[in-house]
């Protein structure tokens, strides 16, 4: 075996991995990225659907470096995947980072050395690289799931799952298109195809509790103005506990006299994004009242919006069909006023479920609903799917697939035992899915530069997770979760949405905060919960 050709590997164009990338080769270390699409932007890549875009507002949605935002302006407080492309562009031009970044490269495979002290990392195109530390930066959605329907492959027209969309489009107009899956995903597709199909077929099995937008234009003068609050902004956001900037209220529900909180409802409502479920009271999450509170709330705003008593009843019943906020939600701008055309039509999966796919759309135990496109907007084998899908073998040639097959262990969501000198971020039993992606790519990501500058200086070879340190975690993320509302939901967040996935608490349910400190008591405790040779 030879020696590593590389310091460090990251796998993965997003936040995560050009963060990392900027900053580890501004250690001198030699540092090469690997993306498996044909440009920057990881999930704002691939997820090119009609309707795509992000949901949080500017300019929670960046990077907090000045250099970057100083000469950048958006067009929209919630930009769409398009400018989100332009802005992966100007943070190329910017930090410069092309020269070290392989597009079109999807890594199948990596395998420690422990001679070395090294993984040997493999394309799916043969190559191989050699390198001290492996980074991936694959994000929580890097794995569609495409269920299995019966008859799919039978299907006579076009189909797409959100997250696979054809990089040149699909033109929805005069379209008889059907959605499975009313996720954030779903609901943008539908808000789209809404306005230009023929007719759209919404196939829903849970309702999602979309929050209002409330998307406006931004003018630049608006922002020249803002960018004075910039900074306040970037630095209370690594401050909360989701890594936005909405001030957290510190007070319980029913602590407020019912018209203040009501009135405060409607001034979260009205601020839009997810000021409502971010910036709500401090119990949303643990208490079923206070939760049922909020989630009559949200009903009475779905039902004045759609003019069919019958259709709202199924889009926000009067029954949750789980706690509000515990599955992710998603923002609208117009979907639910789509309910009430003509050309858009709701089914109620829980009433009759999909039984096949057929040549001429979609069967169920009810009907047949006829498209001529369809759409899988099923989600992702969420947080731990894009990781255990590279064949990674460790110390002991075992795979972090097995590592992983009765539920995940790492430590600090950072590394797991038996896999040294592997390190993911946005993993599993991290904030992830919890954390806005650039609070996230940054704070974290400093820890994770700080400790590639510590095994730098201390000449260190091998960082390696303990077994006991894992299992720890492991214990704290389950017991901070069973404290929550999050179990009684089948959300991805649980593993939940996949047959088969075990059912777990897949990000860390504590704060940012707490995270944060977990991860700097470590480090400061000489890398607690990591054996350095
Ligand atoms: O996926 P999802 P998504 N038959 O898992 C349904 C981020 N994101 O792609 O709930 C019928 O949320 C499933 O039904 P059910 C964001 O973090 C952000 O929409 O399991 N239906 C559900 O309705 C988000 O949370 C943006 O009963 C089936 C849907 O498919 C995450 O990505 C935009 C089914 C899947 O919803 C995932 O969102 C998009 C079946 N066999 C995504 N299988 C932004 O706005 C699944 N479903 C930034």
Redesign the pocket.
């Known amino acids: 075996m030879t020696a590593p050709d590389h310091d460090v590997v990251i796998v993965g164009a997003g936040f995560a991995g050009l963060y990392q990338l900027h900053h580890l080769r501004r250690l001198g270390l030699r540092v090469t990225l690997l993306e498996a699409g044909s440009g920057l932007g990881g999930i704002w890549y691939w ?1 090119c659907y009609p309707g ?4 949080s507002h500017v300019p929670l949605y960046e990077y907090s470096d000045p250099a970057l935002w100083q000469d950048w302006y958006w067009d929209e407080r919630f930009p769409d995947w398009q400018s989100l492309r332009r802005y992966f562009h100007h943070v190329d031009d910017v930090w410069g980072l092309r020269d070290d970044i392989r597009l079109d490269t999807r890594v199948s495979a990596g395998v420690w050395d422990e001679a070395e002290h090294c993984w040997e990392v493999r394309t799916e195109a043969g190559d191989a690289l050699r390198t001290r530390f492996l980074v991936l930066c694959t994000g929580f ?1 890097a794995k569609a ?1 495409v ?1 299995d ?1 019966p008859g799919l492959a039978t299907f006579d027209g076009v189909w797409s799952h ?1 997250a696979h969309w054809p990089q040149g489009g699909i033109d929805l107009t005069g379209r008889r298109v059907a959605v ?7 609901v ?1 597709v539908v808000q789209e195809a809404a306005r230009v199909a023929e007719h759209v077929t919404v ?4 309702p ?1 509790m979309a929050l209002a937008m409330q998307q406006r234009r931004l003018s630049r003068e608006d922002q020249d103005e803002a960018k004075a609050e910039y900074p306040a902004i970037f630095e209370r956001r690594t401050r909360t506990n989701s890594g936005f900037a909405y001030p957290e209220q510190g007070v319980s529900t029913f602590d407020v006299p019912e018209g203040e909180r009501l009135e405060n409802y409607e001034r979260l409502w009205q601020e839009g994004g997810f000021a409502f479920w971010a910036g709500g009271y401090s119990d949303l999450i643990v208490d079923e009242a206070a939760n049922r509170a909020a989630y009559d709330f949200w009903r009475s705003k779905v039902h004045e919006r759609v003019h069919d008593p019958a259709v709202a009843e199924v889009l926000a019943p009067a029954e949750p069909p789980h706690p509000f906020g515990v ?2 939600p ?2 609208e701008q117009w979907y639910y006023d789509a309910f009430n055309q003509d050309n858009v039509e709701l089914v109620d ?1 829980r009433r009759s479920p ?1 039984e096949s796919i057929v040549p001429t759309g979609v069967r169920t135990t009810a009907d047949e609903h006829l498209c001529d496109l369809l759409v899988m ?4 084998d ?1 947080v731990t799917g894009g990781l255990v899908s590279i064949d990674l073998r460790g110390r002991n040639g075992e795979t972090l697939r097995k590592h992983w097959a009765d539920g995940v262990r790492t430590h600090l969501g950072l590394s797991s035992h038996g896999f040294p000198n592997l390190v993911f971020l946005y993993g599993p039993q991290s904030p992830s ?1 919890f954390c806005n992606g650039p609070t996230c790519a940054e704070v974290q990501g400093d820890w994770v530069v700080d400790l590639f500058v510590h095994l730098r200086d201390t000449g260190t070879t091998r960082i390696e997770a303990t077994a006991e340190a894992e299992e720890e975690w492991r214990a704290l993320v389950h017991s901070i979760a069973d404290m929550t509302l999050f179990p009684r939901a ?1 959300s ?1 967040y649980m593993g939940a ?1 996949i047959p088969g996935k075990p059912r777990e608490m897949l990000n860390w349910p504590g704060g940012l905060q707490l995270y944060l400190a977990s991860c700097r008591e470590s480090a400061a405790d000489g890398y607690r919960g990591f054996a350095l040779k």
């Not at 907007?377 to 992702?380: E, I, K, L, N, S």
């Open positions: 997820n795509a875009r992000v949901d959605a799931h269920p329907i959100t499975i899956g009313t996720g954030a995903s779903g943008q196939l829903q099995r849970t999602i599955k992710r998603s923002l999966l999909i907007a099923t989600g992702f969420a899915g089948d991805w949405n």
